[in-house]
């Protein structure tokens, strides 16, 4: 049983998989403290025991926005020590996120600005309502981004649109999301929760240990120049080839039948 939050809410809409939704639509799904508490402690918790857990969706309460970003009003208040440390809190937050073993899938029901962007871009890939808008605006705000933004969008996007898109603070649409590579693709607004689900329950049917060995391969081999990147790909293979899920999955095609992964 998973323990309950005070600003996201769990579902289990499928077998292995889990819906994690933002529940603060009074404040457009913003990121304040406990908000950074509550995701810090799920993601902490599936990385030290996802249980059956295999794919993750994270999607926003409502059907206007994803997540707004900080919470700017909470913010209002604090000096510079205690935006700092709420700061640190965020960057756990977002690093648990991007380290969780198993794939997380972005169901981006509305806008997504500034740490919502940066959310999204964490995930292994999205899919977004057709009308949702993104942007990192914190250069209009005297900050920067600083949730992985920096680094992420460039990654995803290529170096010279990230930082006009950065620099300037401008919104771009769904659309141009996927005409750059930021979403995998956008569907009508009441359909992109289902589409996403849909996705994840795909995944958590396959093998899970290959499912996690995939994402470990691309995300930091993607970090190494190619040789070493390929010798640390096959070193992920090699975990996979002595384990029940491999020889269940070579069996099963063999047998013309559904195999049965067990993640052993």
Known sequence: MQPTYETISLARPAPHVLQITLARPE??????????????????????DAADVRCVVLT??????????GDLK??????????RQQHELFERMYWALVDLPIPVIAAVNGHAYGGGL???LCCDFAY?????????????????????GTQNLPRAI???????????GRPFSAQEALDWGVINQQCPGPLVLAQALETAITIAQGAPLSMRQIKKS??????MELRTAYRFEVEAYNHLVDT?????????????????????
Request: aromatic letters at 6%; one cysteine or more; charged letters at 25%.
């Open 244 to 264: 029940d899920d491999r020889r269940e999955g070579v069996a099963a095609f063999n047998e013309k039948r559904k195999p049965v992964f067990t993640g052993r």
């Open 218 to 223: 691309v995300r930091y081999g993607g970090q």
């Open 158 to 168: 290529g170096e010279r649109k990230a930082k006009e898109l950065m620099m300037t």
């Open 128 to 148: 977004a309502s057709e009308t949702a808008r993104f942007a990192l605006p914190e250069g209009k705000l005297g900050i920067m981004p600083g949730g992985g």
């Open 60 to 69: 926003g309460q409502g059907d206007k926005v994803f997540c707004a970003g």
């Open 74 to 83: 909470q913010r209002n208040t604090m000096d510079a020590v205690q935006w």
């Open 27 to 48: 404040a457009a799904n913003a990121l304040n403290t406990q908000m950074g508490r509550d995701l810090l402690g799920i993601w902490s918790s599936l990385t030290e």
């Open 118 to 120: 940066e959310m999204v």
